[in-house]
């Protein structure tokens, strides 16, 4: 399998252990919690002291998991998954948990993150293990466990080391629960106390829909095995320079989630206001593109003192669909999800916030939309630097040729999505929102500077294509 055609998670995850709750239920509402980070497909494994049962499936977590299938997940412990594909892999099989024989007992594995040493895992596997059938590297890693003798805890600490990329990881057998992250933390994962249990999860807001206490952030190179009294933990391996991605503060976690300690949502509201500050604009109104550009478009209001309004309507209830839209709807896929408000939009002069542009395709689209609509002036204001360089470590970031600000620069991506003027949050500005030095964090889209190998013909691949230097 090559990194090429593995599918990239994009994912969250959950773990609980809490005898004599309704553990899949609270997995459930976690899981619910956790859905902006993929939703393609969802599971959750229950664990009594007999036995590990699985339900996944393609789909919302409301549409996988029914009350009457709900009540027949029951166990002392649980771990859930929310998954998010690019093309061709949107399988049922690689839907999460992957469950694997462990001897006579189970592993099941629910991962966020991407690795990148697939084919020594494999190789690993091979020699070890019962052959594969699905083709993450999700499934591998599940292999990889299940070939180590001794507890959960004891085989985590062993595969940790061959282990290579991001991962963020619970897993679970019939007797134990277990967390464990990357050296470099490049994806978040916490602990939170629950009244009578432990819990761990992708995301703070995850904690919160569930009733638990957020106790601590799993460290990067440690794993815990989680009990219904406590957490036990292990440094597995010397923690890395932490290096959480900075594109989950950015777009990817949801705004009430803590990063670090920090609110999202402050932090966005911070970048719209560095932006204001390091690119004003003369216009009449600023609006942020619903939902990920609406706390910078804040801050950017706030800091120029041009009034915040709303100038169009998301439509809450599109998601990634399995009913691809025709031809026709496809090339206006801008229209299925925001619909302009003309009476606010006609005649005035608008400073447009959103989070990101990647290919540029969102942001050609809904400049016209509000021209369409009567706009005097759009001023797109992007609350990140521009992304140039593909994330090879579970963000969807593609190769380099398809990245439009890797191919043209800034006053060609203006013109070529038709705005009137385009700037973009520089890296100190984006350091100064954070408040917290940008050392922390993993930012290979803007920069470039990859913190964990990658192997080197994929890298070629993506990389290819180099823009002209001249134009970079
Ligand atoms: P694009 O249309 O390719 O330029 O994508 C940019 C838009 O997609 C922005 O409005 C972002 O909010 C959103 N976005 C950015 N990164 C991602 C991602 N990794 N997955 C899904 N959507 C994204």
Redesign the pocket.
């Known amino acids: 399998m090559s990194l090429e055609d593995s599918p990239k998670e994009?994912c969250g995850v959950v773990g609980i252990v809490a005898p004599g709750r309704h553990v899949a239920r609270l997995a459930y509402f976690a899981l619910h919690a956790l859905q902006h980070r993929g939703q393609e497909s969802a599971g959750i494994a229950v664990a009594d002291a007999g036995h590990v049962m699985v339900q996944r499936d393609l789909g919302l977590v409301s549409t996988v998991f029914t009350e009457p299938g709900l009540r027949g997940l029951q166990g002392d412990s649980a771990i859930g998954h929310v998954r998010?594909s690019t093309t061709g892999g949107n399988r049922w099989e690689n839907a999460q948990p992957v469950v694997r024989n462990r001897g006579r007992a189970v592993v099941a594995v629910a991962h966020n993150g991407n690795l990148t040493n697939t084919e020594d895992l494999r190789s690993m596997v091979d020699t070890h293990g019962e052959p594969l059938l699905a083709t993450t590297d999700s499934e591998l890693m599940a292999a990889v466990l299940a070939a180590q003798e001794g507890s959960l805890l004891d085989a985590a600490c062993a595969v940790m080391p061959h282990l290579v990329g991001a991962y963020s990881v619970v897993c679970l057998t019939e007797t134990e629960t277990v967390a464990f992250r990357d050296p470099h933390g490049v994806r978040p994962l916490v602990i939170g106390r629950l009244e009578d249990g432990w819990c761990v999860a992708s995301e703070t807001c995850a904690l919160d829909q569930i009733g638990a206490a957020f106790e601590r952030e799993v460290r990067p190179g440690e794993a815990v095995r989680i009990t219904a009294t406590g957490v036990e933990s292990r440094q597995a391996l010397p923690p890395g320079a932490s290096r959480m991605c900075v594109?989950e503060n950015i777009?990817?976690a949801r705004p009430d989630t803590l990063l670090g300690g920090r609110n999202v949502w402050l932090q966005r509201q911070r970048m719209g206001a560095e932006l204001a500050r390091c690119a004003p604009a003369d216009a009449d109104l600023v609006v942020g593109?619903p939902d990920?550009?609406t706390p910078a478009a804040i801050g950017f209001a706030r800091e120029s003192g041009i009034p915040y309004g709303e100038a169009v309507v998301r439509n809450r209830y599109v998601g990634r669909s399995f009913i691809q839209p025709d031809q026709e709807l496809r090339r206006e896929g801008v229209k299925l999800k925001f619909n302009p408000l003309r009476e606010v939009i006609e005649g005035r002069r608008l400073v447009v916030v959103?989070?990101?542009?990647?290919?540029?395709?969102?942001?050609?689209?809904?400049v016209q939309l509000l021209r369409d609509a009567g706009a005097a002036e759009v001023h797109m204001r992007i609350s990140s630097p521009p992304?140039a360089w593909p994330?090879f470590y579970g963000?969807?970031?593609?190769d380099r040729a398809e990245l439009?600000a890797a191919q043209h620069p800034i006053d060609e991506v203006a013109d070529l999505t038709g705005c009137t003027s385009l700037a973009y949050l520089p890296l100190d500005a984006l350091q100064r929102a954070l408040e917290t030095p940008l050392e922390g964090f993993c930012h290979a889209c803007f920069s470039g500077d990859y913190p964990i190998p990658v192997p080197s013909g994929t890298r070629k691949l993506r990389l290819e294509r180099e823009p002209d230097p001249a134009r970079a």
């Open positions: 994009e998010y594109f777009y990817f593109l990920s550009g959103d989070d990101s542009i990647v290919r540029g395709t969102t942001t050609k689209q809904v992304v994330c963000i969807d970031m593609p439009i």
